[in-house]
Nanobody, 126 residues
Framework: QVQLIESGGGLVQAGGSLRLSCAAS????????MAWFRQASGKEREFVAA????????TYTDSVKGRFTISRDNAKNTAYLQMNSLKPEDAAVYYC???????????????????WGQGTPVTVSS
């Protein structure tokens, strides 16, 4: 069973950048599709981005396209979310998630992900 630990969150000014990291232990990251979700205060947890186990495929929610980039380094057992041009509406707790990647399908449904990190908060000041 893979364990996921997010890091890199913090306070950033609107228009700035952050890179979130998701370190995996207890499993081989290349076995899993990876995703990032976020949950703002008082709102439902929402999908942000996903990347396939082989890094060849990615998908993003419309609100972050062109600003966020999901990536992974399987040799380091780490996934990343590079966030540029941050907006106040991006403020949330960001969660790393993993699911066994048996097909090429990248799910945006939180219930499809079996493994979750504890979350790292991102605050964007305006």
């Amino acid at each position: 069973q893979v364990q996921l630990i997010e890091s890199g969150g913090g306070l950033v000014q609107a228009g700035g950048s952050l890179r979130l990291s998701c370190a995996a232990s207890g499993g081989t990251l290349s076995t899993y599709h990876m995703a990032w979700f976020r949950q703002a205060s008082g709102k439902e947890r929402e999908f942000v981005a996903a990347i396939s186990r082989n890094t060849f495929f990615t998908t993003y929610t419309d609100s972050v396209k062109g600003r966020f980039t999901i990536s992974r380094d399987n040799a380091k057992n780490t996934a990343y979310l590079q966030m540029n041009s941050l907006k106040p509406e991006d403020a949330a707790v960001y969660y790393c998630a993993a699911r066994v990647g048996r097909t090429f399908y990248l799910s945006s449904r939180r219930q499809d992900y079996s493994y979750w990190g504890q979350g790292t908060p991102v605050t964007v000041s305006s």
